[in-house]
């Protein structure tokens, strides 16, 4: 690495796109943007009313409830002589003196299902007006958000939360206010209620979600330890504006990609690259110059953003935070671009390269952040954070580096891979996208123990895979501990045993099986020691959820005595057993493969469930 | 200044050079000839590090072929020219001397010079715009831009028009009078015949013939006799009064010599032909892999 | 034609329709898991359980009478607010709610100060829950004193079909969101593809070679054009003929398709136009991304937003305007796509 020839290289590729993007673009564009920024806040903040006019009711002029639909936009009044509009299946809604009567369809259940709650919007609208507003709003309500005393703070490995199927709030055997959770009186600040919709007493009491959006459209003030009002002012804490404002820090490291991965694969068309290649720089000099104006591009937009935002939100200068937590999430952007551009053959590729890249990260920093103030599962996404700082709460150092450090990694790993395919054999190949993907994994590999190292490599991608799982699976209830468990078999078996695949595609070893049986070890064993990384989970405190317990740590529980030694190595077992059988399979061809995958994700599969079962 | 010892190349199980070893002294001008696919392009791509040999070892100008510093002293020319296409020669001269550690100044004079040279004109147009003879001029002068005492060029005249042709081939003399080591691939014969010292033969990824032209021509090339008799023999063909026999050894042109007097005629003249590099490298090519 | 139908062959080689129709099963699967999750985390009947709360304050009674009609809580008593948050505190109780009364100058008031868990899976279940039983409260204080109110609150009987308030949320999601997201992604790729596409060419220098052969230009565009124009409804239908499997009924589906045709014959004219333009790649996807987000957001300034449109037609609510919507959008699309023939036409090819 020559930091001179870095910084030379970054230049020309400033300059040289700026020489191709010429006036009439430029002036496109900035106008494009100015367009974006005028009507994102009527798109972004739901100001566009994509439900209008959905449901059909037929209601008299001069029924009560014609005030009700036409408060409510959802709602289009249709004409109709009689109920028979109802089997006729013009109108989803008859409103005659039998009171509200909906179609025999799921419409018509959706129907009636938002007119009541229209009703009780509209109930509060008329009743805000009421001159006696102690008869109209008879309950006050104060909401606090308080700490608990923590469940289960003695970390050490093993010391999984051993009943996580229950509710940790239910747990009559937690006695210990323990050493890390003391801080239980520390929030009541709640007593200055700056930014809190303060109403009940007041003048307009339900701005209720019109838009049929789910709640949260009025929650958001944006730090907010107390909520205050009548009960239906009561929302649950839903970032709902914040998720806005971290979406645009989102949106132009997308349209960053586009330019990146363009400017990569070009160097890739008709050989470009070549000359770069036989100077005296190294390809570390010609990656990372190449990549350090989009870097720094990304993140001064980026940084432009939070401390915009910081200040709009907060009122003053800040979001360093956010800026530091952003980081990652770009340089994931652009290395999972990156390597992706060394693996499409044409822009046509590329394209649904980065389309892919958009929406499987877009979602790995969104999911998460939704969770924001549900509990350290958001902290999955780094988006978390910035969330977090946003709406002005403390970020603990451990949360950071969990946040952070996955995504981080998995970056590097893409850079990683996608330089060892930027050199001549590589770059101008025209093998199709699976053909590079065994030849980055298996570019690095020429002895056993390399395979072990690799699956270590891919470590953290397995990681922030199995996170993004926990993250989307949670919510589905009693059935997400056996669907983590089959996305967790998966992910590890193929993490484990593809590269041995590439390495016999690319006849690096004998195809005997005594060989396949040192590699699977060898993988196995990397796999081992890598997960260990999986330990950062317990920074946070994610290992108190059942499905990230089921899903992190293979279900190692509270025991004791010699049991111990067999818990630590059974797991180690297994990696090694199952990345044996697909590595058998491996030496011989993609369908001996597949099969032999299969067996070994079964097994592995079988192994968890059984010890989760048994255990957690 | 160039040397090579049984370099081997495979893309995955496909040997695309196997055992090629030569040395170039300095000064020398080095050809590399063969039909398309014979490994030419692989082998000068190890030589400039481009590839990373299998098997083997290569040295440019005292440097193995891995290290950077090698490369300061490489001038290297690819078959096709890609340039990019959006800068200028002059932006795209300065940027690579730049890459190179060529001061600025010196970067300047020299790219003035070469373009001078090369008659380039529309130093300020875009390279997108040229023609693809200015193209290779450009490219050409980037392969000096840092003075290097190495040149390896792949097929430096392929596709150009013949007097394009002509004006990089004796350029490219010139720079070897300067004393430039100098090594290319050619399948145009008739530029190696003019420019080299010494050849190679490939095919199918082997060295099968080397040396200087006359060796070549002696071992894989045919001579040929014309006898000329003044009384017609067998498979004699007549000729300004005179019969001539094309025979290929000098037994048979003993055998002639009697068949004349035989038929009371004489002798009266032996020409000697010598086959051209071309019909050398077509026995060779054809024969594929005659015995060293 | 026969480009056309190269360009199909060349797309279904690369495998790249199998990965685009994974994409979008993919952002739909996303965004189907965002509704469903969020709707069973608001929803305090699908996640299931009761809480439990600890009660305290003078006005008590009132409260548990609300608790005891309810399924999803239960309580327990507390001689004070103290005794209830030590309680919520070491987790005995999910929250603590002390109910008051407050002196206002219109009467008396039930203040209820309510304690929840500041960070936990259930804090959203725990809100929602107490909202509902304290809306109940609200309701029942309300009862007494209509004496004094000169608005009589509208009622509706609970729903005689039993289903609750997120399955109203899925109903609307799945045709407002769901469903436009299916059909305007496809047009949206489709136009992508064609500035990929030729620019490609030209930058490849391969147009050259097309153009050897006895077609013109603008044949070689339509080729271009019309492959992925058709693409686009064909993966609409696709979508809707998954939808339909899974009982959700669209209707109007010829007007559906002919929607995403027309806009899909937009998009691939703005692709061509940037990419015949500009040349390159890098420039012309930038701008066609930013162009086709801006059409797609300044729509919102029509009587009738695209993704309104389609959502209406779908759910067999259409208006007149509907109607009128994908007339103007399917002559807008001719006008576009003439325009572009018109301008390679009089395009010289030799510039490119």
Known sequence: MNPRKLLRIARWEVTKNAGGLDRRTIAVVVVAVAGLALVAPVVGVGGVGVDDGIYRVAVDDDSQYDDVVANDSTFTVREASSRDALERGTVDLWIGERGVEPADSRKGAAAYEELRESASTYNNQQLAKEGNQTAAFPVSVTVQFREQASLNTSLGAGSGNSDGDDSPATDPDDDSPSTGGDDSETDQSGTEDDATGSVGDDDSTADGNTGGAPPGGVTGPLSEDELSGSPADINPPFPFQSLVLAFIFVIPLNFLIQAYGSTMLSERLKRRGELLLVSPVTRLDIIGGKTLPYFAGAMVTEGAIAVGLVYVARGELGGLISMLAIMPLVLLFLGATFLGSMFARSFKELTFVTVTITVVLTSYAFVPAIFTDIDSLALISPLTLVVRDLQGEAIGFQGFIFSTLPPLLSALVFFGLGSGLYREEDMFDQRSISGKVLDALAGPISRPYHVGVMTMILIPFVFVIQLLAIALLFATGDLSVPLILVVVAVVEEIAKSLHIYASYDHNRFDATARVAIVLGIASGVGFFLGEKIALLAQLVGLQNLAVAEAGLSGGVADVSGPVVILFLLAPLVLHIVTAAISALGARKNRRAYLLALAVAIAVHFVYNFTVVRSFV | MI????????????????????????????????????????????????????????????????ETEMRHQLGFLPEESPLYEEMTPKTYLDFFADLYDVDSAVARERREETLDDLDLEHRNRQLGDMSKGMKRKVAIARS??????????????????????????????????????????????????????????????????????????????????????????????????????VVESMEAVDERREQAQAAGGEVVDIRTEQSSLEEVFLNVAQSGRPGQ | MTIAGREISALSREKTIVLALIIQLFIAAFSSFLVVGLTSLYDPGSAGGEIEVGVSGDQQDKLLDAIAQSDSVSATVYESRAAALEAFENRAVNAALTARSKQTEQGNRIAVDAAVPAESLETTLIVVTLRDLLSDLEDSERSVRTEYLEFSPVEIADDPAGTGSDFTQYFSFTYTILLPLLLFLPPFISGSVVVDSVTEEIERGTLELLRVAPISLTDIVDGKAFAMILLAPLQALLWIALLQFNDIPISYIPLLALLVLATATITTAIGLLLGLLTGTRQKAQLLYSMIVLLLFGGAAALPEHPATTAALLAVDSPTVTTFAHVAGYTLVAIAGYAVIRWYVGRLDPESL
Not at chain 2, 16 to 27: L, Q
Not at chain 2, 39 to 57: D, H, N
Not at chain 2, 209 to 214: E, I, Q, T, V, W
Request: some cysteine; hydrophobic content about 35%; glycine content about 10%.
């Open chain 2, 3 to 66: 040397e090579a010892w049984e370099l081997r190349k495979e893309y995955g199980g496909f040997v695309a050079v196997e055992g090629s070893s030569f040395s170039v002294d300095r000064g020398e001008v080095f050809g590399i000839i063969g039909p398309n696919g014979a490994g030419k392009t692989t082998t000068l791509k190890m030589l400039a590090g481009l590839l990373e040999p299998t098997a083997g070892e290569a040295e440019v100008a005292g440097y193995d072929v891995s």
């Open chain 2, 144 to 245: 000096l831009i840092n003075d290097p005492e190495v040149l390896i060029y792949d097929e430096p005249a392929s596709g150009l028009d013949p007097l394009t042709t002509n004006y990089i081939i004796e350029f490219t003399e010139r720079l070897a009078e300067e004393g430039k080591t100098i090594i290319f691939s050619a399948h145009n014969l008739f530029h190696v015949e003019s420019i080299c010292d010494r050849v190679a033969i490939m095919n199918e990824g082997e060295i099968v013939a080397r040396g200087d032209l006359d060796r070549l021509q002696d071992e894989y090339g045919e001579t040929t006799y014309h006898v000329y008799t003044t009384v017609e023999i067998p498979e004699s063909v007549r000729e300004n009064g005179r019969y001539r026999t």
